[in-house]
């Protein structure tokens, strides 16, 4: 009739597969959730430092003599807004040149768009600057380029004024 065999205590080869296969479902939303990590450190890493030379620019601009404004933007009207002179802000250019240089190395689709801004407050009577606000808005792209679209447009917008301690209110 029947033999009795005996059973080894081990896995066939369906058990095996099976746990690999199930292993391997396990194992790809960490996979996932790793490289989405990993993308979001890089851009608030930019976000983190386009910010960072932004209030770089504003400081630098902030230690120029009040008198260096008045003689360039001295005829500006109370609350014209104007292009800060690239003279007022030498090293934070070159700093920002440099971060371009180098995120274009890593990525070949990086873009940095820089623009400073400033505007002018007087008291009428004395036509006196007696504030300046500085914003600087940068614009850049991330995991992409401007060209062809694919990348996300990220903008950074900081903003201080600087007020004249000689002026006459």
Same mark, same amino acid.
């Given at each position: 009739m029947?033999?009795?065999?005996?059973?080894?205590?081990?896995?066939?080869?369906?058990e095996?597969?099976?746990?690999?296969?199930?292993?391997?479902?396990a194992?790809?939303?960490?996979?996932?959730?790793?490289?989405?990590?990993?993308?979001?450190?890089?851009?608030?890493s930019?976000?983190?430092?386009?910010?960072?030379?932004?209030?770089e620019?504003?400081e630098?601009?902030?230690?120029?003599?009040?008198k260096?404004?008045?003689?360039?933007?001295?005829?500006l009207?109370?609350g014209?807004?104007?292009?800060v +002179?690239?003279?007022?802000? &030498?090293? *934070?250019? @070159?700093?920002?040149? /440099?971060?371009?240089?180098? !995120?274009a190395?890593?990525?070949?689709?990086?873009?940095?768009?820089?623009?400073?801004?400033?505007?002018?407050?007087?008291?009428e009577?004395?036509n006196?600057?007696?504030?300046?606000?500085?914003?600087?808005e940068m614009?850049?792209?991330?995991?992409?380029?401007?060209? +062809?679209?694919?990348?996300? &447009?990220? *903008?950074? @917008?900081?903003?201080n /004024?600087?007020?004249?301690? !000689?002026?006459?209110?």
């Open positions: 029947f033999k009795n065999y005996k059973r080894k205590n081990g896995a066939t080869l369906i095996i597969v099976m746990a690999i296969l199930i292993l391997a479902c194992f790809i939303p960490i996979l996932r959730l790793v490289d989405y990590g990993s993308v979001n450190t890089a851009k608030i930019n976000y983190a430092r386009a910010t960072r030379l932004a209030q620019l504003i630098e601009c902030k230690h120029i003599p009040f260096a404004y008045k003689d360039t933007y001295g005829e009207a109370d014209d807004e104007f292009e +002179n690239e003279d007022f802000y &030498k090293e *934070t250019k @070159k700093s920002i040149e /440099a971060f371009m240089k180098e !995120e190395k890593n990525s070949k689709e990086f873009f940095l768009d820089v623009k400073p801004t400033l505007k002018v407050y007087k008291n009577p004395y006196q600057i007696t504030e300046v606000w500085f914003k600087v614009t850049f792209f991330d995991m992409g380029n401007k060209d +062809n679209g694919k990348g996300e &447009k990220r *903008t950074i @917008k900081v903003s /004024a600087y007020h004249n301690p !000689e002026a006459i209110y």
